[in-house]
């Protein structure tokens, strides 16, 4: 049993900052990549970011230069810094994990947790 439970959304507004922290826990024996998507009502869902367990980023463009993504290879837990919020930033963001778990190669997701930005 794998689980991702996300954390530290919330309603904020326009310019402002929050932090979105997600914890994996379970049958774990190497997470390779963690990251976090994002959905908006009627849109489907983006990348937001990613890292690997070396530690290399790649970022959506849009949200290059606001958002820091991190990560406690030690404690399983991922970290999406968002500063500078726009409102079209609102939406529910998703946790996952990529990597071999219970002895197999497989992903999985965070429940979502969600981030309004209001003007």
């Known amino acids: 049993q794998v689980q991702l439970v996300e954390s530290g959304g919330g309603l904020v507004q326009a310019g402002g900052s929050l932090r979105l922290s997600c914890a994996a826990s379970?049958?774990?024996?190497?997470?390779?990549?963690m990251g976090w998507y994002r959905q908006a009502p009627g849109k489907q869902r983006e990348l937001v970011a990613t890292?690997?367990?070396?530690?290399?980023?790649n970022y959506a463009d849009s949200v290059k230069g606001r958002f820091t993504i991190s990560r406690d290879n030690s404690k399983n837990m991922v970290y999406l810094q968002m500063n500078s919020l726009k409102r079209e930033d609102t939406a529910v963001y998703y946790c996952?994990?990529?990597?071999?778990?219970?002895?197999?190669?497989?992903?999985?997701w965070g429940q979502g947790t969600q981030v309004t930005v209001s003007s």
């Open positions: 890292i690997t367990s070396g530690g290399s980023t």
């Open positions: 996952y994990a990529d990597g071999v778990f219970v002895g197999r190669w497989g992903v999985y």
């Open positions: 379970g049958s774990i024996t190497s997470i390779y990549v």
